[in-house]
């Protein structure tokens, strides 16, 4: 069997990963139009630091990250967040302070904390305690994350709390991003319990049971990273592959049936090379867009579903600085900025702080993130333009003195796929036309979620689905 893989990012790479366990004498070949493996995943070394350039950790409430690390043997690597700082703040009026305790995305598991902090206004406060009393929609219809939080919680405690943590996370534009294709937990609590506090406050004294009874804690914390960067990832990945798999700097310009045949014919440039090759099976892990630029002439109808996703940029801007230049102390690892405040930036990690191994003693190192669906035209501004932009913005919010002493951007146009509403029908649709293709898999982040265990769980769900055919 010839099994191509379209896209050397880490749903590409799991997919080669669990097909050579499943098919260990298979000929695989994992084209990507880049010179190097990982895709969004890059960790770049420099004076000390270690400088992620786009997602720096991943979360482990789902077992797909881990059970990859343990399949390769990266288990003792795995590095948990700073036990000290396990906050975030949140941006009011120039100002950071702690999201109240307990606050988790969308709801609180905690009432004193919302009643005390400076976030919210009396009357938002009083407008979130009446969600007791606020009748719950128990259909099935899909919905806007601001218009649920609304319902539910009101506008404010959307505007202040829940905008800006969903905004750090899907870079989306709340009236359009689904509830169900996000969060949906949130919105079987409400059908259920009536009440978001109500569930939230069962599911707490449950987990503390449940904590009681197994007389130990979770493993990891609720997010963690490889030691040497997460770029580790791939290159372990690529390692442990037969030699030749991976074609890099070849991009796939075409797909096409051959006639009389159930084989595909794949058009491959490389540096200046024009080659048609032909595979029994492939796996396509690009991004919808350029899956659906792949299958336009062959498979037109899948290729409208996938092109109808869309897609938002960021960019991110990492700043360092001697520690003596920041002048006050912090008890969180980052912070996010709501819509309301009007700043160019959504969200800002304190990389040095969240996990210390990431800059050496007396340095500090943050990442401040960029563009989305609220300032999409940041995700592709010079570095030159937005570094400064970006600094003069932070040091709004933080008290720095002087010029950092390393700025780095990083840019990410249209990697974000948007879970709007409407996208679980659609995904439902496309799995519905893949799943007449017998020798065609899709992978990538537009499908499961965006964050990296959901991306190595499609790429093994394509792995096995082709898998089971050519056995």
């Not at 988790?104 to 919302?114: F, G, N, Q, R, V």
């Not at 990891?220 to 997460?230: A, D, I, Q």
């Amino acid at each position: 069997m010839n099994i191509a893989i379209l896209g050397a990012g880490i749903s590409g790479l799991a997919a080669a990963h669990r097909l050579h366990q499943i098919l260990p004498h298979a000929t695989l070949q994992v084209f990507d139009r880049r010179g190097r493996t990982g895709g969004l995943l890059e960790t770049i070394s420099r004076d000390g630091l270690q400088i992620e350039q786009s997602a720096d950790n991943f979360i482990t409430t789902t077992p797909w990250g881990l059970q990859l690390c343990k399949e390769l043997g990266l288990t003792e690597e795995l590095i948990q967040t700073n036990p000290n700082t396990r906050r975030t703040y949140v941006v009011r009026k120039g100002k950071l302070h702690l999201l109240p305790d307990g606050f988790l995305m969308m709801a609180p598991t905690k009432l004193l904390p919302m009643a005390i902090t400076p976030i919210l206004s009396p009357l938002g406060k009083l407008r979130a305690g009446l969600e007791l009393l606020i009748p719950s929609r128990k259909d099935e219809i899909d919905e806007s994350m601001a218009n649920f939080v609304r319902r539910r919680l009101g506008r404010e405690v959307f505007e202040r709390l829940v905008e800006p943590l969903v905004s750090g996370v899907y870079a989306a534009d709340m009236e359009k991003l689904s509830v169900r294709a996000t969060l949906p937990r949130f919105r079987e609590m409400e059908r259920q319990y009536g009440s978001l506090i109500w569930a939230m406050q069962r599911q707490l004294r449950a987990n503390k049971a449940a904590h009681l009874a197994e007389q130990s804690g979770a493993r990891y914390s609720m997010f963690v990273t490889l030691k040497k960067g997460l770029s580790v990832l791939g290159e372990t990945i690529a390692q442990k592959l037969p030699s030749g798999t991976l074609q890099l700097n070849t991009e796939v310009t075409n797909i096409s049936r051959i006639a009389g045949d159930a084989a595909w014919q794949l058009t491959c440039e490389s540096q200046g090379d024009t080659a048609h090759r032909t595979f029994d099976v492939v796996i396509i892990a690009t991004s919808t867009t350029d899956a659906a630029k792949l299958l336009r002439d062959c498979l037109p109808t899948l290729a409208d579903k996938l092109g109808a996703i869309e897609h938002e940029g960021t960019a991110i801007a990492t700043f360092a600085f001697d520690s003596s230049q920041i002048q006050q102390e912090f008890r969180g690892m980052g912070f996010v900025v709501p819509k309301i405040e009007r700043s160019p930036i959504l969200a800002g990690s304190f990389s040095s702080i969240k996990y210390e191994h990431r800059a050496p003693s007396g340095k500090f190192l943050i990442r401040v993130f960029a563009g989305g669906a609220r300032r999409p035209e940041l995700a592709e501004m010079p570095g030159e333009q937005l570094a400064p932009l970006l600094l003069q913005e932070l040091r709004k919010v933080i008290k720095i003195d002087g010029e950092p002493i390393l700025t780095m951007v990083a840019h990410w146009p249209n990697t974000m796929p948007q879970y709007n509403v409407g996208h679980c029908e659609r995904i439902q649709e496309i799995e519905s036309l893949v799943s007449q293709e017998s020798t065609l898999a899709l992978a990538g982040n537009a499908f499961l979620g965006v964050g990296i265990p959901s991306c190595i769980q499609t790429g093994y769900a394509a792995a096995e689905k082709v898998g089971t055919k050519c056995n």
